[in-house]
């Protein structure tokens, strides 16, 4: 059944869930505050800065006004960076539709309040929008979503109906959705799985091999899980697709941004230069900063995370950073178990 969707922000991975929603026959908005960037689209039909190969159909209507964009909408898809989810979130609150299923694509961790995109969502929206919030995570590269090729990723809602609504609003032959209520869980992956992408880019900017590369991962998403289930996560969700399954292609895909600018550092490149020249959100960057606040905050050790965050600072070199988490203390590998608050 086609729905009203919007799709709030025209950056690589909201231009693919338009151009998805719109493929699978749903009428859709994309709103974009650049009105350069929306006057390029309507009149090429293709976004100039992300996608460039991909034509939009023409059933996508980008617009600056967020009024225009969330007017009846049934649907509210969030692709914004993460730290301009709470102003735009503030902002449509009192203009979405009062029964929209609101979709969080945003993957991050707010900095200084340490929380999840679905609870800064909740917080910026009126109260009764809050159970209506679903998250959608897992390995899903824009352009491939893009371009048709078989995607499949986790939608999450503690309402399950909910969940299970935007699973049939989104799956095609192409993108399955399967649904899950731990949305926490689905959260802490999803933001996480860029530091450790980070980390492994540094890892083979070194050229440190196969063996570092696979143990950075592994030992990546212990941190991971970690974290979770100290937050009250189910820690079964991080064998999932939003957990090792984004963390698997985010580490390893070239189509990675995080991955690039753990590459760049890794060959001894500065950080300022890296990401001028990716011209993209890598939030993987902002992620570890907000991570690592948020681990001191609550006792949970993360070396590979609060390794990036040194490394990202310039109080190590890449070559120290490695020799700092191969000499850490001798332990136990399931040595991590924190109990859920």
């Known amino acids: 059944m086609a729905v009203r969707v919007a799709v709030l922000g025209a950056g690589s991975f909201g231009s693919c869930l338009a151009i998805l929603c719109a493929d699978r026959g749903h009428d859709v908005t994309l709103w974009a505050r650049d009105a350069g960037l929306v006057d390029s689209i309507a009149r090429e039909r293709r976004n100039p800065r992300f996608l460039k190969e991909i034509e939009f159909p023409a059933t996508i209507r980008p617009t600056t006004d967020l009024d225009t964009a969330l007017a009846d909408r049934e649907m509210v898809i969030v692709a914004v960076p993460s730290h301009a989810v709470r102003d735009v979130m503030t902002r449509a609150g009192s203009l979405l539709h009062g029964e929209a299923l609101v979709v969080s694509a945003v993957k991050g961790i707010e900095m ?32 491939e979503v893009a371009q048709h090729m078989p995607t499949v990723v986790t939608v999450a809602c503690r309402e399950e109906a909910y969940a299970i609504a935007v699973q049939s609003h989104l799956s095609s032959p192409w993108f399955r959705c399967y649904s899950e209520t731990d949305v926490l869980g689905v959260e802490i992956g999803g933001a996480l799985k860029n530091v450790i992408a980070i980390a492994v880019g540094i890892s083979d900017g070194l050229g440190l091999g196969l063996n570092a590369r696979a143990a950075t991962m592994t030992r990546g ?5 970690r974290l979770g289930v100290r937050m009250g996560a189910n820690p079964l969700t991080f064998l999932g697709l939003a957990g090792m399954g984004d963390l698997v292609l985010t580490c390893t895909g070239d189509l990675s941004r995080n991955r690039r600018v753990g590459l760049a550092l890794g060959q001894g490149r500065k950080l300022a ?69």
Request: charged fraction near 25%; hydrophobic fraction near 40%.
């Open 112 to 143: 200084d309040t340490g929380k999840t995109m679905d609870e800064v969502i909740a917080e910026s929206l009126p109260a009764a929008f809050a159970p209506r919030v679903v998250v959608i995570s897992g390995p899903s590269f824009a352009k």
């Open 221 to 225: 998403l212990a941190e991971i899980t």
């Open 273 to 341: 230069d890296i990401l001028e020249e990716l011209g993209e959100v890598a939030e993987g960057v902002r992620t570890t900063y907000a991570a690592c606040q948020l681990a001191e905050r609550l006792g949970v050790e993360l070396p590979i995370a609060q390794g990036v965050k040194l490394l990202l600072e310039g109080a190590v070199d890449p070559r120290q950073g490695v020799t700092q988490l191969l000499t850490r203390q001798l332990r136990g590998e399931r040595d991590w178990n924190y109990p859920a608050r």
